[in-house]
């Protein structure tokens, strides 16, 4: 027997025709309960709609319009089969819902379908109630209590049951089995304070946002059976109060000890540090080995100590002014931006390896480098395969309410997440809400409710809690772990907190947010608030909790008196290595090898090279390449066979081949980079007719390490923070991140500055990434010329990265090699090539890169033994060479020689004082760039080459400039402007004047 009868069924039919004729046309509550049955699918009928939840297993609701999936537990007589879900090691787990036998109401269970005959109105209380739990489930955040310092919650009448005209005789008339809703109650009547308490606590939650029905019925059955929502035992709640003492004594003790200093303190959103305790219980129980967290300032030092393992010794050093780690001739960076590894040891005595990643005050840049870091950590190069294991790693990002809404990073991070070459299997995000951005309120720094709505765009799950109920932080985190596991997606828990000092403890918070921080001046800490609770449930003595807090006081009183004596026995002795960058030593390792000297050695047999491009240019049986590319492919295959030159591309696949072969791991990413932004490189070729993909470079026969190979999504900023991560956590691989236009870079200008080119003096981090940005000028505008070259060399200092700008496929095939296996470990900026690519001047032949190696300068092959007549010297770099040995007066400047400079920093100056003392009549040094003046080399080389330019007799320095004007923009717009400029400097540079 159905819950209506035949009749009303009858009825329902009638007005879900109307329905579908006209939507608007019926009742609002109706058409909220049709909705839920016709935009699944398949269509439901209003006798389905009606008859829903009799005699059948309970269902778990699902929102208007979606095909409903079983709830966990079988809502039949006798049924008994409880789901578990995630518990920290030592908690007592729960059933995500309980079992639900006849007749039984048990909190937690789905409520056995009840049977009577109804009416039509019976049908609009269901359709009205259904519509009250939709508002709940979608809007309940609204009425949630969130906020420490207790502002109302925004509230939203739709889950008022009175707005929608239902009222408490038609809610007890209302089998919740019908609504399938997992909290207790067996009529609507009985569930709806449970689904108050559920979605309007101290925890809310969205999900209704997400595009996957399975993820929404999961997440709703686990948040209202309450699964998530572990009791503590006595034993864990004293355990979380001294955690909280731990976390609150470091605060006072540095606040009062170092007066005014910052620190950035974590009070407000002291449950971060338990919250992650629980983060590190779970993910090794889950079987990771390896948790990198990221995070801006506010509460970095509690986290150094409390979760990475940081010594308090060391904490307070920096206090002191001394390092909290050996600089060895780093110039180091403030306390609060600095990285640390450590251990963790769970409670159950297993070990997981926790890295703080450092992170400069770009609060947000630090995102993606975590996200690579975690890929390189999940990613096994140790074959050819190079198998991704999510499981072995878990990445954890802490960020601030106005960055994660205003910074742009944070969305190009979170696009990550489920791309094949990007994902990390879930990232737990937790942003530390201080409602407030320094001194700008939430209205002036965001232009939604929450922080965390920007997430909602990449359908990721967001949890807030209020960070002053410690029990329900901690149900976040297993939420959030749970859907993890499940999902392998990113979470976000919204931890509404406040700042109890300023931005920092220098800052005055009372100056723009007086009447906050007035009610923050009279709120107890919440580990305050927790020990009177524990006091009042009689599982703790006031005395026992207020000892506790001046054992932990005396604990750092005697680290620094300890502290303070070390460093009064050092007292004389400088810092070792503090501000004086490198040494003698570490300068000796990074010193440029000369031109003329091959070690590393990088040279291929040509033998070999024929294997391997062999194998580079072959393909399945029946696999159908597009017939263009065919004859492209067929001719390189049969370069080296005939001894024909190699273009740059094949050169470039030969090289990482190679390094395959040899062991070296191997990860190209950027926009296009498969096939090539210029359709040069064709790596992954795709089948004509089945539109198959097959990566020749990823099949070789001798290949003892993988090549991982990506498409990256359009951007610059996450893709080269991600890249350069993962290069930093796998020292031994080769990285390389590809713009699709030098100038592009631009976008990823803070990981560039903060990271590449600074994070080995200032954290101590290697990484032998490579940048490779086409450059030079082809008449292609602004945008598509110029890779900021003068930016790079601006950059460098203490040997910290090599700007290179080869211009010839051999020397790219050398200089990858090199960077592969050099010692050195630095990164290495590249400047690649356009039109370059294809030229045939610019080939290489297959000699070149079985002997040699690269050479930091190359002379002019023309001069020969007629050095004695060459009385002008032109320096370039890159494509302009090719221009100038192209033009028609190249020919007729009998006594001009032209080099190539390929090695821009560190400067080859050996090499340059011995090409040009090789010109023993030279009389006049150019400089030939394409870039504009006040661009490009030539600031950064006009001081070093005015000491090696010959000397006029009537003094003055025979050194010249030829190129572009100093301009505002990179270059020309319009392609006739720029080949009347090009033309204009090279016979500029070619124009020997009267003998």
């Not at 170092?258 to 090794?284: N, T």
């Not at 590894?341 to 005050?361: C, D, I």
Request: hydrophobic share 40%.
């Amino acid at each position: 027997m159905t819950i209506f009868n035949t009749m009303n069924a009858g009825y329902a039919q009638a007005l879900y025709e109307q329905y579908l004729r006209d939507p608007d046309s019926v009742d609002p509550a109706w058409r909220a309960l049709f909705e839920d049955g016709v935009r699944g699918l398949e269509p439901l009928s209003a006798l389905e709609i009606a008859t829903a939840g009799a005699s059948t297993p309970a269902m778990v609701v699902a929102a208007p319009g979606e095909t409903e999936a079983p709830a966990v537990a079988t809502a039949t007589a006798g049924a008994s089969t409880p789901a578990m879900v995630v518990a920290a090691p030592g908690e007592t787990e729960a059933p995500a819902v309980a079992t639900a036998t006849a007749g039984a109401s048990t909190p937690g269970a789905v409520a056995p379908p009840a049977t009577f005959a109804g009416s039509a109105e019976d049908l609009h209380a269901v359709a009205l109630a259904m519509s009250v739990v939709k508002a709940f489930r979608t809007h309940g955040r609204h009425g949630a209590r969130l906020d420490p310092l207790g502002s109302p919650p925004l509230g939203d009448p739709a889950y008022d049951p009175a707005t929608v005209g239902l009222t408490e005789e038609m809610m007890r008339r209302v089998p919740a089995s019908v609504l399938r809703i997992a909290v207790p109650g067996e009529t609507f009547a009985d569930a709806y304070p449970h689904l108050r308490d559920t979605y309007c606590g101290t925890l809310a939650y969205e999900k209704e946002h997400i595009g996957s029905h399975e993820e929404r019925v999961w997440l709703r059955q686990t948040i209202e059976s309450g699964a998530h929502k572990v009791p503590l035992s006595a034993e864990d709640q004293g355990r979380l109060l001294t955690r909280l003492t731990q976390v609150e004594s470091l605060e006072r003790f540095l606040g009062r000890a170092y007066l005014g200093q910052k620190r950035f303190s974590i009070e407000g959103v002291d449950m971060l540090v338990p919250m992650l305790d629980l983060v590190m219980e779970l993910a090794a129980g889950a079987g990771a080995r390896s948790v990198v967290l990221g995070m801006a300032h506010r509460g970095r030092l509690n986290v150094l100590a409390h979760i990475v393992g940081v010594p308090y010794e060391s904490i307070v050093a920096e206090f002191e002014g001394g390092p909290i780690g050996e600089a060895d001739g780093a110039t180091g960076d403030v306390k609060y931006h600095l990285g640390a590894r450590g251990t963790y040891t769970t409670r159950s005595g297993l070990a997981l390896a926790v890295e703080l990643s450092p992170n400069p005050s770009h609060l947000e840049a630090v995102n993606p480098v975590v996200e690579g870091r975690v890929r390189a950590l999940q990613t096994d190069r140790s074959g050819a395969e190079g198998a991704h294991d999510p499981s072995v790693a878990l990445p954890v990002l802490i960020h601030g309410d106005a960055a994660f809404a205003g910074e742009g990073v944070v969305a190009e991070t979170l696009n990550l997440a489920r791309l094949p070459g990007y994902t990390t299997g879930g990232t737990i995000h937790l942003i530390t809400n201080n409602q407030l951005g320094f001194t700008t309120d939430p209205r002036e720094g965001r232009s939604t409710d929450y922080a965390s709505d920007l997430a909602k765009g990449f359908d990721h799950p967001i949890v807030h809690v209020n960070a002053d109920d410690p029990e329900a932080c901690l149900a976040a985190v297993r939420l959030a772990f749970g859907y993890r596991e499940r999902f392998k997606g990113d979470v976000i828990i919204d931890l509404v907190g406040y700042r109890r000092h300023g931005h920092n403890e220098a800052d005055e918070p009372a100056y723009t947010q007086p009447l906050m921080y007035e009610r923050i001046a009279k709120l107890p800490t919440v580990r305050e608030q927790w020990a009177a609770r524990l006091v009042g449930q009689g599982l703790l003595p006031r005395e026992a909790a207020d000892a506790e807090v001046e054992e932990a006081h005396q604990r750092w009183v005697k680290v620094q008196d300890a502290v303070k004596a070390s460093m009064a026995r050092r007292s004389g002795a400088a810092a070792p290595g503090v501000g004086a960058g490198l040494d003698a030593a570490a300068a000796a390792e990074l010193a440029p090898a000369s031109g003329e000297e091959c070690e590393p050695g990088t040279a291929v047999s040509e033998e070999r090279l024929e294997a391997l491009s062999g194998q580079l240019h072959a393909w399945p049986d029946g696999f159908t390449v597009h017939p263009k590319l065919l004859r492209q492919l067929e001719r390189r295959r049969a370069a080296l066979a005939e001894g024909r030159p190699l273009d740059w591309a094949h050169a470039e696949a030969l090289a990482f081949a190679s390094l395959l072969e040899d062991g070296v791991p191997i990860r190209l990413t950027g926009q296009d980079t498969e096939r090539g932004t210029f359709s040069q490189r064709h790596l992954v070729l795709h089948d004509a007719a089945t539109g198959g993909r097959y990566a020749p470079i990823q099949h070789l026969s001798a290949a003892r390490a993988p090549f991982e190979l990506f498409n990256s999504p359009l951007s610059e900023l996450a893709a080269l923070g991600f890249e350069y991560g993962y290069s930093a956590e796998a020292p031994e691989a080769l990285v390389l991140w590809e713009a699709q236009f030098g100038d592009f870079a631009n976008g990823a200008q803070v990981i560039i500055d903060q990271f590449i080119v600074s994070a080995r003096l200032k954290w101590s981090e290697r990484s032998r990434l490579v940048l490779l940005l086409p450059h030079g000028y082809e008449g292609q505008g602004p945008e598509h010329s110029s890779a900021r070259l003068e930016r790079f060399l601006q950059l460098a200092g203490e040997q910290n990265i090599r700007v290179a700008n080869p211009s010839t496929p051999a020397q790219y095939f050398h200089l990858l090699r090199r960077q592969a296996v050099a010692e050195d470990a630095r990164p290495l900026v590249v400047m690649t090539p356009k039109s370059v690519l294809r030229l045939p001047a610019a080939a290489s032949a297959p000699d070149e890169l079985a002997n040699g190696c690269f050479r930091s300068l190359l002379d002019d092959p023309e001069a020969g033994a007629g050095r004695e007549r060459i009385e002008r010297l032109i320096l370039c770099s890159g494509k302009v060479y090719y221009d100038a040995m192209a033009s028609e007066r190249r020919a007729a400047a009998r006594r001009t020689a032209v080099a190539r400079l390929e090695l821009l920093y560190p400067l080859p100056k050996d090499d340059l004082r011995k090409l040009v003392a090789g010109y023993p009549n030279l009389r006049e040094l150019v400089w030939l760039q394409e870039e504009p003046r006040n661009k490009g080399s030539w600031r950064y080389l006009a001081h070093h080459l005015r000491d090696l330019a010959p000397r006029r007799p009537d003094g003055d320095v025979g050194l010249a400039y030829v190129g572009r004007p100093e301009r505002a923009s990179a270059a020309e717009g319009y392609p006739a402007a720029h080949l009347i400029e090009q033309n204009r400097i090279v016979r500029e540079a070619l124009n020997e004047g009267p003998p």
